[in-house]
C-alpha cells in the first residue's frame, strides 16, 4: 500500500532563529533567547495544508539559551496522503483523525518508504552487520520499546538489547549514566529510530543522546557514535549558522569514511548548521504522493508557508566541497539530496514517552535525514578516505536519482533562482534528488 501526510510552525535553533517573512519573501534572523517576540514561543504553533493540520514537535523550541532544535512537527488532524491513497486502492472512504494515539498508522510505513524509492530488494537483502547512529539530545525511557511496537506492527525483526541489535548509551557511551528524560526529544527519537528501521529492517540502530542540545555535547555524541563504530549517522536539528561553524567541522564532523546525514531544516530559504557542514550529507525535503507515472509516485518541494518548509540556502562560513560545482554559491550549497519531510505526507511512528501510547504522523527534515543514512546503509560501509556526501554528486541527471524539478520554499535572486526553486539537476531545496535505489549511495 502507498501513503501521505501535512506540517507547522518553523523550527528553531538555540543561537538565531529563522523568520520568513512573507512581506519581504526573505529570511530575517532574529536572535531568541531573550524572551522577546522573536523568541520561538511567539511562533506560530499549528500550520494547515490540504486540511491537514500539524503542530511543532516541542523540542522544535529550545529548552535553553543556547540549544539546537530539532526538525519535526506532528500531525493533529485532517486526511493525510497516507489515508488518501489507502481509501482509492481500497474503496473506504471512512476518515480516521491523525490525533494522538491513533490506534493503527496514519501515516506512510516501511512498504510506502522502500517502494517509492526502489529499496524493496535492497531493504530485504542488505544491511546485515551494518549499524546506523541516532543522534539526539536527552533521554527517551521508551525508546527500545517503542521500537519494538513499530517493528512488531509493520512485520520486522525484533530489534533489541538483547539480540544485539538495538544499543542506548550517552554522548560518553554509559548505557546507565543516561542524560535526563524529555518527552519532546523523546518524540524525535521515536521519528529517528523508526525511519531508520523502516529503510534499512536488518541494519543494527545505536541511540546516541547528548546531555544537552548544544553543539558541544551533540558534535559529542557524534564522536561517540563513530567511536563505537557507527558508519552512518543522522542528526536531525540544527541552528543558524555562526562564525564557529568551522571549528565544529574539524571538532565533530570530520569523519572520513562516515556517511554523516543532517536535516536542512525547515524554516523554508536559509541556511543552517551542522547541514551547512561541508563534512555532511545536507538532506532536504519533499512533499511525496502516489501517482499514475511508472514510478507510481511524485515529489515537489516542501514548502507550507513563507515560514515554513525545507531549508536551503549558502553557507555564510563553510568552504564549497570540491564536489559541488553550482555558481550561485561561492561557499557550501544547502542541499545534497533529500527524501519526504512535508508533514501532509507524512511517515507513521509510535511513541509512548509523555504522550499517550499510540500512533502519530510525523513530518519535517527530521524524518528525510534517517531515511537517507539508512539508503547509506543499505548501500555498503564507505571508503575509508571518502566523504560519502560526494557519492550522489556522481549520479546527477541519471536513473539512480529521482530528479525534483517543481516546487520552492522561498524567495532568491534571479541569477541564482536554483537556491529556493526545484529545476532539471542540482537545485538547493532538494539537491540532486532522492533516491532511486542504492546506485547513488556506493562510492
Not at 183 to 208: R, Y
Request: contains cysteine; negative net charge.
Amino acid at each position: 500500500m502507498r501513503t501521505t501526510t501535512s506540517p507547522t510552525a518553523p523550527a528553531t535553533s538555540g543561537r538565531w532563529r529563522r523568520i520568513g517573512t512573507a512581506a519581504l519573501g526573505t529570511a530575517a534572523l532574529v536572535f531568541a533567547g531573550f524572551g522577546t517576540a522573536a523568541h520561538a514561543s511567539a511562533a506560530p504553533t499549528k500550520t494547515t495544508s490540504s486540511a491537514v493540520t500539524w503542530t511543532a514537535t516541542p523540542c522544535a523550541t529550545p529548552k535553553h539559551k543556547g540549544e539546537l532544535a530539532c526538525d519535526s512537527f506532528r500531525v493533529t488532524g485532517g486526511t493525510t496522503a497516507f489515508q488518501k491513497a489507502r481509501a482509492k486502492e481500497t474503496g473506504d472512504t471512512a476518515k480516521v483523525t491523525p490525533k494522538a494515539a491513533a490506534a493503527s498508522p496514519t501515516g506512510y510505513g516501511p512498504t510506502d518508504l522502500q517502494d517509492a524509492y526502489g529499496l524493496t530488494d535492497a531493504a530485504s537483502a542488505n544491511g546485515d552487520g551494518k549499524t546506523i547512529a541516532i543522534v539526539d539530545a536527552y533521554d527517551d525511557p521508551n525508546a527500545e520499546a517503542d521500537l519494538a511496537k513499530y517493528r512488531s506492527y509493520y512485520g520486522l525483526s525484533s530489534c533489541t538489547t538483547a539480540n544485539g541489535c538495538f544499543k542506548k548509551v550517552s554522548q560518553t557511551g554509559s548505557t546507565t549514566a543516561l542524560p535526563s528524560a524529555d518527552s519532546g526529544w523523546a518524540e524525535e527519537i521515536s521519528l529517528d529510530l523508526d525511519m531508520a528501521s523502516a529503510v534499512c529492517p536488518n541494519c543494527n540502530i545505536l541511540l546516541v543522546e547528548a546531555k544537552s542540545a548544544t553543539m558541544a555535547n551533540l558534535g559529542t555524541a557524534v564522536n561517540r557514535a563513530v567511536t563505537l563504530g557507527a558508519k552512518y549517522v543522522s542528526n536531525s536539528y540544527g541552528g543558524s549558522e555562526s562564525s564557529s561553524d568551522t571549528s565544529y567541522d574539524s571538532s565533530y564532523f570530520n569523519h572520513a569514511g562516515v556517511a554523516i546525514t543532517v536535516s536542512a531544516g525547515d524554516a523554508g530559504y536559509g541556511a543552517e548548521y551542522p547541514a551547512a557542514s561541508k563534512y555532511v550529507t545536507s538532506v532536504g525535503g519533499t512533499a511525496l504522493s502516489t501517482s499514475s507515472t511508472t514510478r507510481g509516485w511524485t515529489e515537489k518541494v516542501w514548502n507550507t508557508s513563507s515560514t515554513e518548509g525545507t531549508g536551503s540556502g549558502c553557507s555564510a562560513y563553510d568552504a564549497k566541497p570540491t564536489w559541488q560545482t553550482d555558481t550561485g554559491c561561492s561557499k557550501r550549497t544547502i542541499s545534497d539530496v533529500s527524501a519526504v519531510a512535508d508533514p501532509a505526507t507524512g511517515v507513521s511512528v509510535y511513541d509512548s514517552y509523555g504522550v499517550t501510547a499510540g500512533w502519530y504522523t510525523f513530518g519535517g527534515t527530521s524524518a528525510s535525514s534517517p531515511i537517507i543514512a539508512a539508503v547509506y546503509a543499505l548501500a555498503g560501509t564507505p571508503g575509508s578516505s571518502d566523504y560519502p556526501a560526494s557519492y550522489p554528486y556522481a549520479h546527477l541527471g541519471t536513473s539512480a536519482l529521482n530528479d525534483v524539478t517543481s516546487g520552492s520554499n522561498g524567495t532568491c535572486s534571479s541569477s541564482a533562482a536554483y537556491l529556493c526553486t526545484a529545476k532539471s539537476g542540482y537545485d538547493g531545496p532538494t539537491g540532486v534528488g532522492t533516491p532511486e535505489g542504492i546506485g547513488a549511495f556506493t562510492g
